[in-house]
């Protein structure tokens, strides 16, 4: 069994995530120094983030990362909340759902995850960030609540009595009268 340490923490003894990065892994995985900020990223996360280079994410806020909003359409303030919460509790952190602005007011929706980097001594020295693009899952469950808020005003404004009946018989749903 795996405990909780040696699953939710990376020992920076083991370089498993540069080797990673750099043999352009699957993955989009980011490099976040406890005080030098990111340090370094693959090439599914500068495809997944839109930006070229590392400097990029280390540009002021208002320039890269203000591209960047939470599932209510709110700017996220760099650096994203998962980065802070690995940094100082030395724990996992994540899933966070962040957008991603694109052109056209469309949205590329990430779930962010972090893990520690712990250095020698025992101390969280870096973050290493993962992103998955869950932009059809998204946008999937917004289609499926609004379905849900349109027919639950279909119901609020019926006069007649309705019952919704699932194949198996159960009452779904009703309208009061």
Same mark, same amino acid.
């Given at each position: 069994?795996?405990?909780?340490?040696?699953?939710?923490?990376?020992?920076?003894?083991?370089?498993?995530?540069?080797?990673?990065?750099?043999?352009?892994?699957?993955?989009?995985?980011?490099?976040?120094?406890? /005080? @030098? &900020?990111?340090?370094?990223?693959?090439?599914?996360?500068?495809?997944?983030? &839109?930006? =070229? =280079?590392? @400097?990029? !994410?280390?540009?002021?806020?208002?320039?890269?990362?203000?591209?960047?909003?939470?599932?209510?359409?709110r700017s996220?303030q760099?650096?994203?909340?998962?980065?802070?919460?690995?940094?100082? /509790?030395?724990?996992?952190? &994540?899933?966070l759902?962040?957008?991603?602005? !694109?052109?056209? @007011?469309?949205?590329?929706?990430?779930?962010?995850? &972090?893990?520690?980097?712990?250095?020698?001594?025992?101390?969280v020295?870096?973050a290493?960030?993962?992103?998955?693009?869950? /932009?059809?899952?998204?946008?999937?469950?917004?289609?499926?609540?609004?379905?849900?808020?349109? !027919?639950?005003?279909?119901?609020?404004?019926?006069?007649?009595?309705?019952?919704?009946?699932?194949?198996?018989?159960?009452? =779904?749903?009703?309208?009061?009268?």
């Open positions: 069994m795996t405990s909780e340490t040696s699953r939710d923490r990376v020992s920076s003894s083991v370089p498993d995530y540069a080797t990673l990065a750099a043999n352009g892994s699957a993955a989009a995985l980011v490099y976040v120094d406890a /005080t @030098d &900020g990111p340090r370094w990223m693959n090439p599914a996360a500068a495809l997944l983030l &839109g930006v =070229d =280079d590392i @400097d990029q !994410l280390r540009r002021p806020a208002g320039e890269v990362l203000s591209a960047f909003v939470d599932e209510d359409g996220v760099p650096p994203p909340p998962v980065v802070n919460e690995v940094l100082v /509790t030395g724990r996992a952190g &994540g899933p759902i962040v957008g991603r602005r !694109l052109a056209q @007011d469309r949205t590329q929706w990430l779930e962010v995850s &972090g893990r520690p980097v712990l250095e020698a001594d025992g101390r020295g870096a290493i960030l993962s992103f998955v693009d869950v /932009t059809e899952r998204q946008e999937s469950r917004r289609a499926e609540q609004a379905a849900a808020a349109e !027919l639950r005003s279909v119901f609020e404004a019926m006069n007649d009595g309705v019952v919704v009946q699932s194949a198996a018989g159960a009452i =779904d749903r009703k309208s009061v009268v």
